[in-house]
């Protein structure tokens, strides 16, 4: 039974590129929230998206970031013209029905910006 | 606004050791409070829980009780082992969103 997968596992860009974070959730889940980690600091809550809906989008900052999660497919989350305080890793969680249960975390990808 | 306080890191400890790591929170409403491991390179995983006062979460040895009064989940373990070292988050969710507020981390290392 896989657990939660992101890939890249590690990225790298350039400040001015733009940078593609893929999850897939556990089999059978529904819904995914993206966090992000920045060095030295807990997770902070980004988005909650259901199959091919925004269900709350407070922790995205306002340019640049976009999320998405289709009908087909994993969940996507794109930063464009990405600057250095981008860096940090991203992660995934999935549950199955609802918000109200459990989260499932994957193990996160580490973007570095130059 | 809503948060979370972990007592600040890194502790470290000597194998069989105890361990109180303290978390204490601010939220409206009735939050459910967790306690998420992460190893290092790892994501995080669920460790205990509780969703409501005087609940006690337990896992692997270690425990943590829901404390409405003082607004507190602190986790324990009676004797850490070396495989125990990582980080520990302290986080509350809401009783309507899916919005998990962490705390910073703290670091436990433990010495054989």
């Known amino acids: 039974n896989a657990g939660v997968m992101q890939n890249p596992r590690h990225l790298v860009r350039r400040r001015g590129q733009e940078a593609r974070l893929r999850c897939s959730p556990m089999?059978?889940?529904?819904?995914v929230y993206w966090y992000r980690q920045l060095p030295e600091e807990g997770l902070k809550f980004m988005v909650y998206?259901?199959?091919?809906?925004?269900?709350?989008e407070s922790g995205m900052p306002k340019e640049r970031f976009s999320a998405e999660f289709p009908k087909e497919g994993p969940s996507i989350l794109r930063i464009q013209q990405v600057v250095r305080g981008d860096s940090a890793a991203y992660f995934c969680?999935?549950?199955?029905?609802?918000?109200?249960?459990?989260?499932?975390f994957g193990p996160g990808t580490r973007l570095l910006v130059l | 606004g809503d948060s979370v306080t972990q007592m600040e890191g890194p502790v470290t400890l000597s194998e069989e050791a105890f361990l109180t790591i303290n978390c204490t929170y601010t939220?409206?409403?009735?939050?459910?409070l967790f306690w998420y491991v992460q190893y290092p390179g790892e994501g995080l995983q669920l460790l205990l829980k509780?969703?409501?006062?005087?609940d006690k979460g337990s896992n692997k040895g270690f425990e943590a009780t829901y404390r409405k009064e003082t607004t507190s989940f602190h986790l324990e373990k009676g004797s850490v082992q070396v495989s125990d070292s990582a980080v520990y988050f302290c986080?509350?969710?809401?009783?309507?969103?899916?919005?998990?507020?962490f705390g910073q981390g703290t670091t436990l290392q433990v010495k054989p």
């Open positions: 969680a999935s549950s199955l029905r609802g918000y109200q249960e459990t989260q499932y």
């Open positions: 089999k059978g889940h529904s819904h």
């Open positions: 998206l259901q199959k091919e809906n925004i269900i709350d």
């Open positions: 939220a409206t409403g009735y939050p459910s």
């Open positions: 509780a969703t409501k006062a005087d």
């Open positions: 986080a509350l969710r809401l009783s309507n969103t899916g919005k998990l507020i």
